[in-house]
């Protein structure tokens, strides 16, 4: 029997009268399936990141049927793959350990089975730039479902920001401030529903890249998760995926220069997370399409902020959600975005903006009055960072943008975590804290220790924000001085490592520079003197990681991952 589906990849496992195509129908017998349900048809792969672990993500089982549903309204057939679940609340020593893993799996699930298509559902923070990566270098046509942002927090009357507030109610914990009691109702008050960080953490500033990117439906990323525009979001996602299969539209066909440019630009009007400089330059990198540091400071001295959504403004994502959402804050930036560029619609980015609004002008600012004139977030370079370190400076005391004080340098976070709140340790409010060995190899995985804890003895003088340098990230959710991502980082013998108790620190954020007041000759000698610590791992996927992962500023991927060049196709018969 000639089987339909002719043009269809997935007709490759069961068309034709050869043994393996009887063996691949047979098994979809045994699977309960009649041939009239999925001969012919679309197949398309909905990889689900659930798990009973990832509170972000504890409605995407349920999002998966309506996906499925979407499936087969529009005459396709689903097959739903649980893949990695990356916990940002969980797993240690962090999840940016195993987003390669997940881009990995996703990519050869997508390339090894019967497949003709994806939707890829997601969100909490390494979820997204994963689930992309991998169905970059796969090149099927692909939509992004994201979990969406959960609820508000609330305790007392206060509204309660996921991450933010838990920051800083630590801090007057310490500080004295607030009681026992009353940081165990924030516990129960702070995150009260399925979904995402509801601040402009790192999830909801991936997946508003990856909105503008224009892999997902219009107006995806804003929607909150238990919302019932949710529900139809996913269904809508799944219907629309078969019609690119139909249509032959691919995420190549999305993914062009001028795409990833355009996610820079609302990443930076977003006031959003510097984990995206990382997670953006790597899924670039998929797509064989260059993006540095440079490209990223370039734009944010043309951008203005104009979401006041916390940590750089006032409100959350609901707020913002109301407010118009991301199609209404890109209404507000059409006149430097690439309209006519294709997205997952099938329509150009303008026709998709078409009919966008602002509803509150407090939440999404108007042009002529930003929040920032700048986008807030900025790249600096100098002898302390010779490849670059960012600052998300709009989240940080307006008084420590330029600044010089003595370094107190810890080595390592448990030595971090040992001494910061000793009695005798030699700090000031004017000192800077700098941490070394918090990189891609140090840590290991880059984990989020950047928000360096302030001493709890200047805490109770009421210091609330100092200078801290770091090669590690910190929580997109997280505010402060903070130095991020400083390349080469540590463990590789950067700069940071070679840093010193009382060494005079610079950063100067308009200047763009960070540096250390020494000479190029004492640099040098410390250099000489330096010894490399051994590896982290000795083993499994570890030492697969410590032996190929690449810098932060250049995204921290595995070379291989990134490299130019393409995979056969399987032999399915």
């Not at 309204?73 to 990695?84: N, R, T």
């Not at 060494?503 to 308009?510: G, H, Q, S």
Request: proline letters at 6%; a negative charge.
């Amino acid at each position: 029997m000639k089987l339909p589906g002719k043009g269809l990849r997935s007709a490759e496992w069961f068309e034709g009268e050869g043994l393996r195509a009887f063996s691949h129908n047979a098994r979809m017998r045994q699977l309960g399936m009649n041939a009239e349900e999925h001969l012919g048809k679309p197949v398309i792969a909905v990889l689900n990141t659930w798990s009973g672990i990832n509170p972000c993500h504890m409605h995407l089982r349920e999002r998966a049927q309506q996906v499925e549903r979407g499936v087969w309204e529009a005459g396709g057939y689903p097959l739903e793959f649980p893949v990695s679940t990356l916990s940002e609340t969980y797993q240690k020593p962090t999840p940016m350990l195993y987003r390669n893993m997940l881009s990995m799996e996703t990519e050869e699930i997508l390339r090894s089975y019967p497949v003709d298509g994806a939707v890829l559902m997601g969100g909490c923070d390494k979820t997204t730039p994963a689930l992309l990566m991998g169905a970059a270098s796969a090149g099927l046509p692909t939509v992004f479902v994201p979990a969406g942002p959960m609820l508000r927090g609330n305790w007392r009357g206060q509204k309660l920001a996921s991450g933010t507030d838990m920051w800083r109610f630590w801090d007057e914990k310490r500080a004295g401030t607030i009681s026992s009691s009353d940081w165990a109702e924030i516990q129960s008050g702070l995150a009260r529903s399925p979904g995402t960080c509801m601040t402009m953490g790192t999830a909801s500033t991936m997946t508003a890249a990856a909105e503008a990117l224009g892999l997902t439906l219009p107006g995806a990323s804003s929607i909150p998760a238990v919302d019932s525009a949710h529900h139809r979001m996913a269904a809508a996602s799944g219907m629309r995926v078969v019609e690119m299969v139909r249509e032959g539209l691919t995420i190549d066909d999305v993914l062009s220069p001028e795409a990833y440019e355009d996610a820079i630009r609302t990443v930076l009007a977003l006031g959003g997370s510097t984990n995206s400089y990382i997670h953006l330059i790597a899924m670039a990198g998929r797509s064989q399409i260059s993006l540095s540091l440079d490209d990223f400071d370039r734009l944010s001295r043309e951008v203005p902020v104009l979401a006041s959504v916390q940590p750089a403004g006032e409100h959350l994502m609901e707020d913002f959600y109301y407010a118009g959402g991301l199609r209404g804050l890109l209404s507000q930036l059409k006149d430097s975005l690439h309209l006519k560029r294709i997205t997952v619609t099938g329509r150009t980015f303008g026709e998709d903006l078409e009919g966008a609004e602002v509803y509150d002008s407090s939440v999404i600012r108007p042009v002529d009055s930003p929040v920032s004139a700048e986008g807030g977030l900025a790249v600096l370079r100098g002898n302390l960072a010779p490849d670059g370190a960012v600052i998300k400076y709009v989240a940080a005391d307006p008084a420590l943008w330029k600044h010089t004080g003595p370094a107190v340098v810890f080595h390592g976070y448990q030595d971090l975590q040992a001494r910061i709140n000793d009695p005798a340790l030699e700090v000031t409010k004017d000192s800077v804290i700098v941490l070394a060995g918090g990189g891609p190899k140090g840590g290991p995985g880059m984990p989020e220790y950047g928000m360096l804890p302030i001493p709890d003895k200047l805490l109770q003088e009421g210091v609330r924000d100092m200078v801290r340098v770091s090669d590690a990230r910190m929580s997109g959710t997280s505010y402060g001085a903070c130095v991020l991502h400083v390349a080469p980082e540590a463990h590789v013998g950067g700069p940071l490592a070679l840093v010193r108790d009382g060494d005079l620190v610079t950063l100067d954020v308009e200047a763009r520079v960070l540096r250390v007041e020494i000479s190029d000759e004492e640099m040098e000698r410390r250099r000489l003197e330096w010894t490399a610590p051994p590896p982290k791992f000795e083993r499994g996927y570890g030492a697969l990681y410590y032996e190929h992962i690449t810098q932060a500023n250049e995204g921290c991927d595995f070379e291989f991952l990134s490299r130019p060049g393409v995979n056969p196709e399987p032999n399915a018969h």
